[in-house]
Nanobody
Framework: QVQLVESGGGLVQAGGSLRLSCVASRSITFYNMGWYRQAPEKQRELVATISTGGITSYPNSVKGRTTISRDSLKNTVYLQMNSLKPDDTAVYFC??????????WGQGTQVTVSS
């Protein structure tokens, strides 16, 4: 399985922006990639996905404020988040899903948005 390492989290004021990175241990060309988040005492939820072909998907909660992208040459997936809200506070996880549906997860990076 591929190993994933997230970075880029931190403390930001409401209305600010962050860019998260997820670096994979090997090529992500054939992986569908995604970002998820989990707030304290809440279930993990989808933030964004990007297919092997570059098709993206977002839930309404982040649509218009968030962009996922991938750089296969760098084995990296990015999550650009703008107009951040306190409700965006969570641990953000990267996920890689291969062609048979097996998933790998990173350890997560904390994002805290202050009001």
């Amino acid at each position: 399985q591929v190993q994933l390492v997230e970075s880029g989290g931190g403390l930001v004021q409401a209305g600010g922006s962050l860019r998260l990175s997820c670096v994979a241990s090997r090529s992500i060309t054939f992986y569908n990639m995604g970002w998820y988040r989990q707030a304290p005492e809440k279930q993990r939820e989808l933030v964004a996905t990007i297919s092997t072909g570059g098709i993206t998907s977002y839930p309404n909660s982040v649509k218009g404020r968030t962009t996922i992208s991938r750089d296969s040459l760098k084995n990296t997936v990015y999550l650009q988040m703008n107009s951040l809200k306190p409700d965006d506070t969570a641990v953000y996880f990267c996920r890689a899903q291969d062609r048979v549906g097996l998933s790998s997860w990173g350890q997560g990076t904390q994002v805290t948005v202050s009001s």
